[in-house]
Nanobody, 123 residues
């Protein structure tokens, strides 16, 4: 089970931190990722982190602004979003890929999904 928290309304240039807690089954190797879906658009990859070694992956559109991290003890990952832009407005979803595969940017390669949390960035 995945639970995502932290969405809300923020002005452009502001910051938000999303969190996603995982519970239930445990895996020896997995990745946790974030995707987002804006109205009328397809769900797209935002960021992912390898739970075993902490390797991180980002979409070009968020590099340098978003940071994904993990807390192993809490089975929780965080998405720190800085310098937010109106185009970041979307429902953000966390997901788990277990076991971790070579490709982390494709939605269909994720096995478990949390409920979305809405992020709205006003101009």
């Amino acid at each position: 089970q995945l639970q995502a928290f932290g969405g809300g309304l923020v002005q452009a240039g502001g910051s938000l931190r999303l969190s996603c807690a995982a519970s239930g089954r445990t895996f020896s190797s997995y990745a946790m990722g974030w995707f987002r879906q804006a109205p009328g658009k397809e769900r797209e990859f935002v960021a992912a982190i390898s739970w075993s070694d902490g390797s991180t992956y980002y979409a070009d559109s968020v590099k340098g602004r978003f940071t994904i991290s993990r807390d192993n003890a809490k089975n929780t990952n965080y998405l720190q979003m800085n310098s937010l832009k109106p185009e970041d407005t979307a429902v953000y979803y966390c997901a788990v890929q277990a076991p971790m595969r070579a490709i982390v940017v494709v939605t269909t390669l994720y096995d478990y999904w949390g409920q979305g949390t809405l992020v709205t960035v006003s101009s």
